[in-house]
């Protein structure tokens, strides 16, 4: 029988390598799952990770999809730090692209040509600050009732499902769209411009760089980050030397609300181009995957955010080429964050024997009573 027990020190250069592992043993596993399909593992992982960077659109593909997971996931890591677990992010970008898609639809064909050159920052500003108030239920809710915020922010993400998806079949529907639940497509002026003739990757990956510098810095070099990471690793130094816990709630959900949200404006002023039902393949959630990946660390998270958009341009040529489910990209993800899980279990825990094979337990000396006599 053996018991896990804490290690009186984790080892920095396995936690470093705790995700290489966690990669190898995915794609060890991934081999027996194409085995068990009929498909060759070597012809599978090079429809999955060599053909979708074959061309120069691949490349192109790769920085869209990474750029908002790298958004999310800088956001999502000040909190992980501070051990505030937002599982929301995905209701947090759709609620930044509600406000930042409504006002597209608020200044579209307008004749004013100052507003027109405000129709994009705007809906930055308008995505990012609904993105944090989307945060801020979560975080209202925990200092003041002390809710879990992984339950709430997890539950506000359908609530702002249904109300986009009331929107876009009701007052934001496209008049001329055939009756499908999607509004109007935006024009130029609530369009992110893009970068090459010919391909979909725009300037909003320019956002997510300078969104991965500044958290370098916040993270590095800021002593609020210094008290986000001591209230969450040591709460009661935290409070003994005076730093605030609802502080460092409403900042953490505030900052990831805030990232997601700008991702959400991101995707409907970028490759989407409206505002509809698949705005997001499930960025917010990906997103934690990429976080912990990156060990919660701004260039970390950056190389995890390659990886993670890779998965996902794989897993769309694998049903084609493959003619597998669309599933496997889930699969793939989770996989991926199962092994890291338990990577980390044995960076910080050791197996300890307590009971030696064929020997009975022996049990602590129980102390005698012995009653007094009158």
Known sequence: MHLLEPRAESSRTMRLLAPVLAIVLTLLTGSLLFLALGRSPLESFKVFFIQPLSSANGWSELLVKASPLILIAQGLAIGFRARIYNIGAEGQLIAGAICGGGIAIFLD???????????LPLMLLAGALG?????????????????????????????????????????????EGMNFPQSIMFGDAATLPLLF??????????????????????????????????????????RYAGFSAKST?????????????????????????????????GYGFAAIIVAYIGRLHAAGIILSGLLMALIYLGGEAAQVSLQLPAAIT???????????????????????????RGKKPTLPAQPQVVSEQP
């Open 109 to 119: 064909g307008t004749p004013n040509p100052t507003l027109q050159h405000l129709t």
């Open 131 to 175: 993105g944090a108030l989307w945060g801020g239920i979560p975080a209202l809710l925990k200092t003041r009732f002390n809710a879990d915020e992984t339950l709430t922010t997890l539950m506000l993400t359908y609530v702002a499902s249904f109300l986009l998806t009331y929107l876009i079949q009701g007052p934001w529907r496209d008049p």
């Open 249 to 281: 709630v409403w900042v953490s959900l505030l900052l990831s609300g805030l990232t997601a949200g700008l991702a959400g404006v991101g995707e409907i002023a970028g490759p989407v181009g409206q505002l509809n039902l698949n705005i997001s393949p």
């Open 330 to 356: 889930g699969l793939f993800q989770g996989m991926l964050l199962f092994f890291l899980l338990g990577a980390d279990v044995f960076v910080d825990f050791r197996l300890r024997r307590l009971i030696s």
């Open 197 to 238: 003739d010919g391909m979909r990757v725009n300037v909003s990956i320019f956002i997510t760089l300078a969104a991965s510098l500044v958290f370098w810095l916040f993270t590095s070099k800021s002593f609020l980050s210094y008290q986000l990471n001591v209230g969450g690793l040591a709460p009661q130094a935290s």
